[in-house]
T-cell receptor, first 109, second 114 residues
């Protein structure tokens, strides 16, 4: 069964703008991971945030986690056309990662 | 390349045939996952191994599906008596060492049942 639920389902922005994607989940977790997937390809790991962390950065990525609201957000700053992909959050409770349906991000040049 | 490797990359089979996929995880990883993904959807959890032990199995994994991980190394996923609804991308991921670390995915095996 799925655990995370991403919002919005689709997002279209212009190059240079920021993109924010949200993930909500239902049960307690140990960590939450964000992945990117280009069409027809495997998933690429972006960032892992543990349940005792509130914010993490990696390059142009910023992830927040609010365990009281059971939600996380992924911010991509200064987007590029190459950021066009689907983005998924995966919640991990007991090493059993569960994914949502993803956000399809389109960055227009 | 020391990433997760899946074979074959593509498989076309006739309905009713059996198919087997292989996943070679990153060598020091003790956890291995199988997922199924259909177009426009997120990966659906199928099963999870810690070393050679199959710790969890989704209800999606009917009795036609079986997964093994002998000796805690590579893993195989077999689908017996394939149906058209089995057409999907089958993804394998591994993670390891310290609990709750990043999982890395292979490129997947795309199955088409005709």
């Amino acid at each position: 069964s799925q655990q995370g639920e991403e919002d919005p389902q689709a997002l279209s922005i212009q190059e240079g703008e920021n993109a924010t994607m949200n993930c909500s989940y239902k049960t307690s977790i140990n960590n939450l991971q964000w992945y990117r997937q280009n069409s027809g390809r495997g998933l690429v790991h972006l960032i892992l945030i543990r349940s005792n962390e509130r914010e993490k950065h990696s390059g142009r990525l910023r992830v927040t986690l609010d365990t009281s609201k059971k939600s996380s957000s992924l911010l991509i700053t200064a987007s590029r056309a190459a950021d066009t992909a689907s983005y998924f959050c995966a919640t991990d409770r007991d090493n059993d990662m569960r994914f949502g349906a993803g956000t399809r991000l389109t960055v227009k040049p | 390349d020391t990433g997760v490797s899946q074979n074959p990359r593509h498989k076309i089979t006739k309905r009713g045939q059996n198919v087997t996929f292989r996943c070679d995880p990153i060598s020091e990883h003790n956890r291995l996952y199988w997922y199924r993904q259909t177009l426009g959807q997120g990966p659906e959890f199928l099963t999870y191994f810690q070393n050679e032990a199959q710790l969890e199995k989704s209800r999606l994994l009917s009795d036609r599906f079986s997964a093994e991980r002998p000796k805690g190394s590579f893993s195989t996923l077999e689908i017996q008596r394939t149906e058209q609804g089995d057409s999907a991308m089958y993804l394998c991921a591994s993670s390891g060492g310290t609990p709750y670390t990043e999982a890395f995915f292979g490129q997947g095996t795309r199955l088409t049942v005709v």
